[in-house]
């Protein structure tokens, strides 16, 4: 695609994102402005940014640093992990998160040892456990896709493990 059509691809994309967002912003009174910006909302937009951010990031490095060790290298059993990597595609997300809100619970969960699910911590190590197997399939299947000589070769030349 050239550059002319990822610009109008973008035009495209913000006219039908922002322009029903600008609307909706423009038609608010000031009682529902000052309600979206009193200090509990921005609170909670704080934490939404940090949820998601926190999940992000965990999901990224163990997914990633997952999906190499299972593409590239010889681990014993690798393919015993096989049927666990698709689990997320097969289960609804609110049954995981019941299972992990009982398996957690403070009162009866039989994992809990003073780990609080309902906190921000404890929010963001749930959902980095249940988003770390999508980011790991894609980084199996990119570097499945990928041949393998040519990090052979970058290591000859003298580069690192990671730059490689």
Do not use: K
């Not at 910006?37 to 997914?63: D, I, K, N, Y």
Request: net charge neutral; hydrophobic share 55%.
């Amino acid at each position: 695609m050239s550059r002319a059509g990822w610009w109008a691809l973008t035009a495209l994309l913000l006219a039908l994102v922002g322009g029903p967002l600008v609307r909706l912003l423009a038609e608010l009174d000031a009682d529902a402005l000052a309600a979206l910006l009193s200090p509990l909302e921005r609170r909670a937009a704080l934490h939404t940014v940090l949820l998601v951010a926190g999940t992000t990031l965990g999901s990224l490095v163990a997914g990633v640093g997952l999906g190499v060790l299972l593409a590239r290298t010889d681990l014993p059993n690798a393919e015993r992990l096989r049927p666990w990597r698709v689990i997320p595609y097969v289960l609804p997300p609110y049954v995981t998160a019941l299972g992990w809100l009982l398996l957690l619970n403070p009162a009866t969960g039989w994992l809990y040892r003073g780990f609080d699910p309902y906190s921000l911590a404890g929010m963001i190590a749930v959902l980095t456990v249940e988003h770390t197997p999508l980011v790991l399939l894609a980084t199996i299947d990119a570097l499945s896709r990928m041949d393998g000589s040519l990090e052979e070769q970058a290591r000859l030349a003298g580069c690192g493990p990671l730059a490689t």
